[in-house]
C-alpha cells in the first residue's frame, strides 16, 4: 500500500497559519474518519496531535486543528511557534484493516 | 502512567531474523488496548509494521505480512516483535506504541524511545 502524499516543506512566520495537506485515496482518508497527525522532533519519538480527523488529546494546543474533505486531510497551525517547527505526519486506517502513514512534512518557522 | 521500552539487538545480518521486544511498565498489557510497532529507516518516514490487541488479535501491514510476527507475553508485561529475512532496507528505528484509546488501534499516543537496528554483515 502506498503511503499518504503531504508536501516535503512547509513554512510559515511566527504568529502565522500554516496549512499541511494529506492526499489518499476512497481507500483509506475517503473512507474513514480515523485519520491522525503526529508531530516528530528531531531524534524524538512522535507526539499524537489528532485523532479522528479533528480531536485533539488532553493537553494539545488548541492551535493544532483538524479537517477533511473527501481523500484530502489537512491540519492547520494557527499562531505559528518556535516549538512547532518539526515533522508532521498524518495516519489514516486502510480498507486492509492496517494502517497507513504519510509522507512527512517538514515545518519550518522563518 | 504508562511507559514503553525497546529492547533487542542493534546489528542483524542479512537474511536473518530482528527480534525486538518492548517492556510496558505502568499498565497490564493484559488489560487491554493494542500495542503497536511502527518503524522508521534513517532520513525517511514513519512505516506502521503491526499491532496486537491485549487478547492477542495480530494485524500486520500488508507488505511485510509475510516476514512479521507479533506476540504478547503478559507474564513479562511485554510484547515483541519478530521480522525474518531481513536485507538492509530494514534498516531503521523500531518504535514500540500502545493506542490512544482501548477500543482501537488507529493511533499511537504513548511510544517507546525507539531503538536503532542495522541490518549489515
Known amino acids: 500500500q502506498s503511503a499518504l502524499t503531504q508536501p516535503a516543506s512547509v513554512s510559515g512566520s511566527p504568529g502565522q497559519s500554516i496549512t499541511i495537506s494529506c492526499t489518499g485515496t476512497?481507500?483509506?482518508?475517503?473512507?474513514?474518519?480515523?485519520i491522525s497527525w503526529y508531530q516528530q522532533h528531531p531524534g524524538k519519538a512522535p507526539k499524537l496531535m489528532i485523532y479522528?480527523?479533528?480531536d485533539r488529546p488532553s493537553g494539545v494546543s488548541n492551535r493544532f486543528s483538524g479537517s477533511k474533505s473527501g481523500n484530502t486531510a489537512s491540519l492547520t497551525i494557527s499562531g505559528l511557534q518556535a516549538e512547532d517547527e518539526a515533522d508532521y505526519y498524518c495516519?489514516?486506517?486502510?480498507?486492509?484493516?492496517?494502517?497507513?502513514f504519510g509522507t512527512g512534512t517538514k515545518v519550518t518557522v522563518l | 502512567q504508562v511507559q514503553l521500552q525497546e529492547s533487542g539487538p542493534g546489528l542483524v545480518k542479512p537474511s536473518e531474523t530482528l527480534s525486538l521486544t518492548c517492556t510496558v511498565s505502568g499498565y497490564s498489557i493484559s488489560s487491554g488496548y493494542y500495542w503497536g510497532w511502527i518503524r522508521q529507516p534513517p532520513g525517511k518516514g514513519l512505516e506502521w509494521i503491526g499491532s496486537?490487541?491485549?487478547?492477542?488479535?495480530?494485524y500486520y501491514n500488508p507488505p511485510l505480512k509475510s516476514r512479521v510476527t507479533i506476540s504478547v507475553d503478559t507474564s513479562k508485561n511485554q510484547f515483541s516483535l519478530k521480522l525474518k529475512s531481513v536485507n538492509a532496507a530494514d534498516t531503521a528505528v523500531y518504535f514500540c506504541?500502545?493506542?490512544?484509546?482501548?477500543?482501537?488501534?488507529?493511533?499511537?499516543?504513548?511510544w517507546g524511545q525507539g531503538t536503532l537496528v542495522t541490518v549489515s554483515s
Open positions: 479522528d480527523v479533528s
Open positions: 496486537i490487541y491485549h487478547s492477542g488479535s495480530t
Open positions: 476512497s481507500s483509506d482518508i475517503g473512507g474513514y474518519n480515523y
Open positions: 495516519s489514516s486506517y486502510t480498507s486492509s484493516n492496517s494502517l497507513v
Open positions: 506504541a500502545r493506542s490512544s484509546r482501548a477500543a482501537d488501534g488507529n493511533c499511537f499516543q504513548q
